[in-house]
C-alpha cells in the first residue's frame, strides 16, 4: 500500500544571494492514512498495494474523495482515512464492477491487476451525518460477537460512506464503575445490570436485570472489547457514538443520596424500569460527572454521545421535562464541550418539551419513522433541530428481505433540497445488520450522490456487480426483487412481513413478532420470478459468496410467501373435517420447515450453532456459559418471562429463519399444534391447549453445541425449493 501526502518542497537560495529565514519545513500529512490502508489489505489482501491513498485537508464543504489513475496504480486522495476507504469503495463498485457487502462479496472476480479509471472522478457528501446503528444492535445482531466481527463491519460502513457508528459494547462499565461512589456495592450493581444480550434496553430505561448477574470478569472484558471498537473507529476517522447519561439509577437511589429527587418509572412490557434521576435534582450534575469520568478512562473522548429521555412510555411526574432536558444537555456539555446530542425521532420522542428545553443546534434527531409514514414535516415539529434522514427497515433481525428504497430516494432528495431544511444526515438504523444488503448499499449511497438516485439504475449496476460480471438473469432478478420487496410504499410499515413459520402456531395467524406486518406488502409472484431466475444465472458466477448468500436468501422467501397461501388452505380442510387434504397439506407445511432450515444450514450466517458458540466463548465456567447461552438464546424466542413474552406480546419479536432454530423450535411448535388438530379431528374434542411460553423456555435453556459448520449445497436447495413451490 503506498500513501502519500501534501506538502511544500523546501527552498533554497542561489548563489550569491543574501541569506534569508530558514526554509519552512515541509508541511506533513493532514492525517495518517495508515488505518485506511490496514483496512484495505484486510478487504483487497491481493490487490491492496495497487491503491495509493492521499490525504488531505477537509475544506467548507465537508468530507470528499476523489479517484484516479491507471491500470494497477489507482490513486485515491480523501478528507479522512473512511473518506478514502469511501472512495476505494465507489471505485470497486464503479471501475472494478465488484462489490462487498455486509455481507456478501464478488471479489473473487476482482482482477490481479486493477482496471485504470477512465477519467478522474470526485465526491462530496451531501450531509455530514452519516449515522449507523440502532440502539438494539448489539442485542439482535449478536452481544458476544469479537473484535475481527466490529472490525470488518467497521472497514465496511467506512467503504460505504457512513461516519457514525454506536458503539454500545461494555457500556455497563461507567454505571458500575460511579455508582459505587454513591453508595452501591460492586455485587448490587452486577445484579442490575443485565446479561448482555438484553443490555440495548437498559441502556434505554426499559428493564434491569435480566439474564443477570454479571461477573466482574465479563464486565471488564466486554469494556475492553468496547474501547478496542471505539479505538478502531477513530482510526478510521470515524465518531465513535458513545451513550450519555440521562439519569437512570438502581432502586433506593434518593435512600442513599439526600440530595436525589427520583421518580420511578413503572413498568416496560411487565418488566420493571429502573428509576429516572431527575436531572434538575443537586444530585445528578455529581452522578453525571462521576459517569463521564469513568465512560472518558474506559472509552476516550468522543464528539457524538446518544440518549433518550423518557423513551417508550417513561413517566415525567412532577419533573419540568424542558429543564430536565436542559440539565442532561449541560452536564454532557460540562465533560465534553464540543459535543453533539443524538436522540431518536420515535414515536413521540424527542417532545416539544424536551427540544424547548435545549441548544438544538447542539442536537441531532435521528428520524427512525422517515420512510414509514407520510405528511411529516421535521422543521416545525423538531422546532428547527438537525436531524438525519432515517430508516429501520428490519426489527428484531428479520430475515425477511426489502425496504422501502424507492421512497428513500424520493423523499430523501425532496426533504434535503427544500427550503429550510434542517436535514443534516442520514441514519441507517435497523435493528440488526447484515441481513440485507442492498438495502444497506443503497441508502449509504443516499449521502454521496447531489443528483439524487435513479432506483432502478441503481439496482442495474448492483445485479450487475453484485456477482461480479453482468448476467441477464442476474439483471431479471434483481428488477424482479426492486419492483417487489424493494419498492414497498410508506404509509404504515417500515419493513416486510415476517415468517408465519416462526409464529406462534394458529390457523389464523397472521404475524410471528406481534407489530409486524400483518399481510404480505408486496406482489410475491416477485420474489418467485427472482428464484427463477438467479437459478438461470451463468454456472461462472454461481461460486460467488453473495450470489449464494442471496440465493439463500431468495429461495428462503419464496417458501415464507407460499406458507401465506398454504396456512388458509390448511385451515380450510381443518374447519371441512376432510382429514385425508388436512394431513396432506400438513405434510407439505412439514416439509417446507425442514426445507427451509436445510437451506439456512448451507451458509454460516443464517445457523443459529455459531450464535451460540459465541455467547458459550464468553463464559469463564460451566455455570457462566450456560447462563450466556440462555441469555442469547431466549432473546431469539421467548425475549423474557412469562408476562412480558405471552401478555404483551415479546415472544418471537427476534424471529428469523436460522438452521436450528427452525428445526429446533419452529418446527417443533406446528408439529405439536397440527397433531393436536389432527387429534380433535379423530376425537370430536376441541384440540388440546398447548403451552408455547414452556415450549420457549425450554428451548432457550437447552444446552450444548448445535452445528457452527454449513453442510448441503446452496444451488442444489434452492433448486429443490423451485420445485417444491406450485406453478
Known amino acids: 500500500m503506498r500513501t502519500g501526502g501534501w506538502g511544500r518542497a523546501r527552498g533554497r537560495a542561489g548563489p550569491g544571494a543574501p541569506a534569508g529565514p530558514p526554509a519552512a519545513a515541509p508541511a506533513g500529512p493532514a492525517f495518517d492514512p495508515g488505518p485506511a490502508a490496514a483496512a484495505l489489505a484486510r478487504l483487497l489482501p491481493a490487490q491492496h498495494d495497487q491503491f ?23 490513486t485515491v486522495s480523501g478528507t479522512s482515512p473512511a473518506s ?44 455530514p451525518h452519516r449515522y449507523a446503528l ?26 460505504h460512506g457512513f461516519n457514525e457508528v454506536f458503539v454500545q459494547t461494555g457500556a455497563e462499565l461507567p454505571y458500575y464503575q460511579a455508582l459505587q461512589g454513591f453508595g452501591y456495592s460492586a455485587a448490587e450493581l452486577r445484579s442490575w445490570i443485565p446479561a448482555p444480550a438484553h443490555q440495548s434496553w437498559w441502556l434505554l430505561q426499559n428493564l434491569s436485570g435480566v439474564g443477570g448477574p454479571e461477573s466482574e470478569r465479563l464486565l471488564t472484558a466486554r469494556a475492553a472489547l468496547g474501547r478496542r471498537i471505539a479505538d478502531h473507529l477513530r482510526g478510521l476517522g470515524m465518531t465513535p457514538v458513545l451513550p450519555g ?93 464540543q459535543a453533539t446530542w443524538a436522540i431518536l425521532g420515535w414515536e413521540s420522542n424527542p417532545s416539544g418539551a424536551v427540544l424547548s428545553g435545549v441548544d438544538r443546534g447542539r442536537m441531532l434527531i435521528l428520524d427512525g419513522l422517515a420512510d414509514r409514514y407520510d405528511g411529516l414535516d421535521r422543521e416545525p415539529q423538531w422546532q428547527g433541530a438537525p436531524y438525519a434522514f432515517g430508516t429501520i427497515p428490519n426489527f428484531g433481525g428479520h430475515t425477511t428481505p426489502g425496504a422501502n428504497s424507492a421512497v428513500w430516494v424520493r423523499r430523501f432528495q425532496q426533504w434535503r433540497t427544500k427550503p429550510g431544511s434542517a436535514l443534516q444526515g442520514i ?41 461480479g460480471a453482468a448476467d441477464p438473469h442476474a439483471a431479471a432478478a434483481w428488477e424482479a426483487l426492486r419492483q417487489g420487496p424493494y419498492s414497498m410504499p410508506s404509509g404504515r410499515w417500515s419493513e416486510a412481513q415476517d415468517s408465519l413459520f416462526a409464529a406462534r402456531p394458529s390457523l389464523t395467524v397472521a404475524t ?32 460467488c459468496d453473495a450470489y449464494r448468500f442471496d440465493l439463500v436468501n431468495v429461495a428462503r422467501q419464496a417458501l415464507d410467501n407460499r406458507a ?27 416439509a417446507d420447515l425442514a426445507l427451509v432450515d436445510r437451506l439456512s444450514g448451507t451458509d454460516a450466517r443464517s445457523m443459529v450453532g455459531p450464535w451460540i458458540a459465541a455467547a458459550r466463548s464468553w463464559g469463564a465456567d460451566a455455570a457462566e456459559r450456560d447462563r450466556l447461552e440462555y441469555d442469547a438464546r431466549s432473546v431469539l424466542a421467548n425475549w423474557s418471562g412469562r408476562v412480558p413474552s405471552d401478555v404483551h406480546g415479546l415472544h418471537d419479536y427476534a424471529n428469523r429463519e436460522w438452521a436450528g432454530l427452525v428445526a429446533g423450535l419452529y418446527a417443533r411448535r406446528w408439529s405439536s399444534y397440527f397433531s393436536s388438530l389432527d387429534e380433535a379431528l379423530t376425537s370430536g374434542a376441541p384440540p388440546a391447549a398447548i403451552d408455547w411460553f414452556a415450549m420457549d423456555d425450554a428451548w432457550s435453556g437447552q444446552t450444548g453445541p448445535l452445528p457452527t459448520s454449513p453442510s448441503g449445497d446452496q444451488v442444489d436447495l434452492a433448486r429443490e425449493v423451485a420445485k417444491a413451490l406450485p406453478g
Not at 135 to 159: C, I, K, N, P
Not at 576 to 587: K, P
Request: charged share 20%.
Open 134 to 159: 440502532n440502539d438494539t444492535d448489539a442485542g439482535y445482531s449478536g452481544a458476544y460477537r469479537d473484535f475481527a466481527a466490529y472490525q470488518h463491519e467497521a472497514d465496511v460502513l467506512a467503504l
Open 245 to 337: 447519561f440521562f439519569g437512570t439509577v438502581p432502586p433506593g437511589f434518593a435512600a442513599r443520596n439526600a440530595d436525589a429527587r427520583v421518580v420511578p418509572q413503572g413498568t416496560w412490557v411487565g418488566l420493571d424500569r429502573p428509576d429516572w434521576l431527575d436531572p434538575t435534582s443537586a444530585a445528578f450534575p455529581r452522578l453525571a460527572a462521576a459517569y463521564y469520568r469513568a465512560q472518558r478512562e474506559a472509552f476516550g473522548d468522543s464528539a457524538m454521545y446518544k440518549m433518550d429521555l423518557l423513551h417508550e412510555g417513561g413517566t415525567a411526574g412532577p419533573v419540568d421535562v424542558g429543564a430536565a432536558a436542559g440539565a442532561v444537555q449541560r452536564a454532557l456539555l460540562a465533560a465534553h464541550p
Open 564 to 590: 401465506r397461501a398454504l396456512l388458509p388452505q390448511i385451515a380450510s380442510a381443518y374447519h371441512a373435517r376432510n382429514r385425508t387434504l388436512f394431513r396432506s397439506l400438513v405434510r407439505e407445511w412439514g
Open 427 to 467: 441514519a441507517y438504523l435497523p435493528e440488526a445488520v447484515g441481513t440485507d444488503p442492498a438495502a444497506f448499499e443503497l441508502f449509504g449511497r443516499l449521502a454521496w450522490e447531489p443528483a439524487g438516485i435513479d432506483q432502478a439504475a441503481w439496482f442495474a449496476a448492483y445485479a450487475a456487480r453484485r456477482y
Open 52 to 74: 495509493t491513498l492521499v490525504p488531505v485537508a477537509k475544506g467548507a464543504g465537508g468530507d470528499s474523495f476523489s479517484v484516479s489513475g491507471t491500470a494497477g496504480a489507482v
Open 84 to 127: 478514502l476507504l469511501t472512495g476505494a469503495g465507489w471505485y470497486l463498485e464503479n471501475v472494478a464492477d465488484v462489490d462487498i457487502g455486509l455481507p456478501g462479496d464478488s471479489l473473487g472476480a476482482l482482477p490481479a491487476v486493477l482496471p485504470g479509471v477512465g477519467s478522474p472522478v470526485g465526491r462530496t457528501a451531501v450531509v
Open 512 to 543: 410471528a413478532a406481534t407489530w409486524s406486518p400483518p399481510a404480505m406488502r408486496y406482489d410475491p409472484a416477485r420474489v418467485r420470478a427472482a428464484l427463477d431466475e438467479l437459478l438461470l444465472v451463468s454456472p461462472a458466477l454461481r461460486s
